[in-house]
């Protein structure tokens, strides 16, 4: 026995198999099954050999499967590529967490925002705060990335070439790229939590008497006339304290 605990294990009808466990956290795991035979292409065979047998009944469906193996790529390019840029993680939360709360960003393919994110990042010169990555990403997003007529994400995990924002829509990509415009312009004005979806950031504490400080070339008309007062005395005790002034006639 591997383990004590409690499992409930059930059939699904889109090739998976569902693991429940009965106890505290509540986990459930899908299991997918595949094979990478599934993505051959039974006409490309050479003329004169036999043709394969049919498919039984009970054959697992091919799309789904299709799906599993693709999914399967997806995760081995993640891991190549994505997870070393260390901001490109948290971006991909924050999107994707925009994308459940904003109905407008739900058609966005969880696919096509990590390509998204990736290719932003992985163009700068050198390493991005979490920040400006979130706002990098809206950029290429408002410059009209997704747009029919722009550069278009490319598959990289597909043999021919393949667009991954294919089940998009032009409705759905307008609304993308404009939304994205208009969170840039709340960025300017630093009201970054209405696009996280949280309560405003508390204002900086200020140093006691900050606000009343003057700049350092800025000289009141009271200040002035005080400074040319200190030079008087002050010439004055040069003088000594024994010494009398003289009188315009010489006494």
Not at 11 to 40: F, G, H, K, W, Y
Not at 159 to 182: K, N, P
């Amino acid at each position: 026995m591997v383990t004590e605990d409690k499992y409930e294990v059930s059939s699904d009808p889109e090739a998976n198999i569902i693991i429940s466990s009965c106890e505290e956290p509540r986990i459930q795991v899908t299991v997918s099954i595949t094979s990478p035979l599934m993505r051959e292409d039974p006409s490309a065979d050479r003329e004169g050999t036999e043709a394969p047998p049919p498919d039984p009944g009970d054959v697992l469906s091919s799309e789904k499967c299709l799906q599993s193996l693709a999914a399967l790529r997806h995760a081995k390019w993640f891991q190549a590529r994505a997870s070393g840029l260390q901001p490109c993680v948290i971006v991909i939360r924050v999107l994707r967490d925009l994308c459940q709360r904003v109905p407008t960003w739900g058609a966005l393919p969880d696919w096509a925002m990590e390509l998204l994110v990736e290719k932003a990042l992985s163009s700068t010169k050198g390493p991005l705060s979490p920040g400006d990555a979130v706002r990098r990403v809206l950029e290429c997003v408002a410059s009209g990335t997704l747009l029919t007529d722009g550069p278009g994400l490319q598959d990289p995990c597909e043999r021919d070439q393949m667009d991954a924002l294919g089940s998009m829509t032009l409705q759905e990509r307008e609304d993308i790229t404009a939304s994205a415009q208009h969170a840039l312009r709340v960025l300017a004005f630093r009201q970054i939590h209405k696009i996280l979806g949280i309560d405003p950031l508390p204002p900086p504490k200020s140093r006691p008497g900050a606000r009343f400080r003057k700049r350092p070339q800025e000289v009141s008309e009271a200040e002035a006339e005080e400074g040319a007062g200190q030079r008087k005395r002050a010439g004055g005790a040069e003088r000594g304290p024994c010494e009398r002034p003289r009188l315009p006639n010489g006494t």
